[in-house]
C-alpha cells in the first residue's frame, strides 16, 4: 500500500495505463479511491476492466480509478512484481518526498528544508539521496559481479588466443619437413599460408561454436545476475563474434607467416 499526492506518477514518470491519477479533490476522508499497478488488474480483474469496480483493504472499501504500469520495488531484475495500490494521502505528516530537478543536490537540500521550516520548524530534513544512488546500492553486488565477469572474460579471450597460437605454432613445428617438401614440389609461400591458416579457422570455428552453445545453456544463470540482458541482441553477438574472431586472428598470424618463410633446404635437411 502506497500513499502519494498528486504528481507523485509524473515525477517517477510511472505510465498512466487508463483512467486517472490523484487530483487535488481526492485528498480528503471521504474520497475512497485508489489507483492500481499493470500487475494487480491482470490477477484480480482477469479479462475485465477494473475501473469502477472496487477493492476491500483495510476494512475499507476503495474503488479504482486508475491503472498504472509496474514499478520494480525489491530490486531491477524483478520481473514479476508484487500487486500494487496506491491511495490518496489524508494527512500532512510526511515520511519522504520526491523531486525532480536539474539542480544540485546541496542548494536543493537549502531550499526544501527552508520550504518545510516555513509550515513546521520542528520537521528536520534528513537522509537525502538522489535516485542514482539508491538505484547503485540495489545493484552494488550485481556490479561487482559484472566486473568479476568482465575480468573472466578478458582472461578467457586471452587464454583462448594463446591456446590457439601454441597449438598452430606447435603444428607448423611438427609439419615442418611436410611443408618444406610442398615448396620444394612448387607450394608457393601464399598457398602454404591458406594451408595453415584454414587449420587456424578451424580451431576457432570449433571453440566459437563450443562458447556459443554454452553461452546459450547458461543464458538463464546471466538474466538473474544482470537486469535487463537482452540476450537475443544481434549486435551484442555480432560484436562479441567480431572480437573473438580479431583475437584468433591475430592468434594465428605469427605461425601462418612463420610457415610461409620456411625454407625448403632448411627443413629437409
Known amino acids: ?9 509524473e515525477t517517477m514518470r510511472i505510465r498512466v495505463l487508463k483512467g486517472r491519477v490523484f487530483e487535488e479533490r481526492d485528498h480528503s476522508n471521504t474520497q475512497h479511491i485508489t489507483v492500481i499497478d499493470q500487475t494487480m488488474a491482470e490477477k484480480f ?19 479504482v480509478v486508475g491503472i498504472v504500469a509496474n514499478v520494480r ?9 508484487a500487486p500494487q495500490m496506491y491511495f490518496p494521502v489524508i494527512s500532512q505528516s510526511l515520511s519522504s518526498i520526491v523531486i525532480r530537478t536539474s539542480a544540485d543536490i546541496p542548494g536543493l537540500v537549502n531550499l526544501v528544508a527552508g520550504a518545510i521550516a516555513n509550515i513546521d520548524r520542528d520537521r528536520p530534513v534528513y537522509n537525502v539521496f538522489p535516485m542514482e ?37 606447435y ?30 579457422i578451424a580451431l576457432m570455428a570449433t571453440g566459437l561454436a563450443a562458447g556459443v552453445l ?34 584468433g586472428s591475430l592468434a594465428c598470424s605469427a605461425p601462418v607467416w612463420r610457415a610461409s618463410r620456411i625454407h625448403p633446404a632448411e627443413s629437409l635437411k
Open 1 to 9: 500500500m502506497n500513499f502519494v499526492w498528486p504528481g507523485y506518477f
Open 45 to 63: 480483474f482477469p479479462g475485465e476492466d477494473p475501473i469502477g469496480h472496487q477493492i476491500r483493504a483495510a476494512k475499507t472499501v476503495f474503488e
Open 73 to 81: 520495488v525489491s530490486s531491477l531484475d524483478d520481473d514479476n512484481p
Open 133 to 169: 544512488a539508491l538505484v547503485d546500492r540495489s545493484i552494488r553486488s550485481r556490479r561487482f559481479v559484472a566486473w568479476l565477469v568482465s575480468v573472466f572474460a578478458v582472461a578467457g579471450v586471452v587464454l583462448a588466443a594463446a591456446g590457439t597460437y601454441s597449438v598452430l605454432a
Open 171 to 200: 603444428t607448423v613445428q611438427q609439419r615442418r619437413r611436410e611443408i618444406g617438401i610442398r615448396m620444394a614440389v612448387g607450394a608457393s609461400s601464399a598457398r602454404i599460408a591458406k594451408w595453415i591458416g584454414k587449420q587456424g
Open 214 to 247: 554454452i553461452s546459450v545453456a547458461a543464458q538463464r544463470l546471466f538474466r538473474t545476475q544482470f537486469a535487463e540482458l537482452r540476450f537475443a541482441d544481434p549486435w551484442v553477438w555480432t560484436a562479441l563474434l567480431a572480437v573473438l574472431a580479431l583475437a
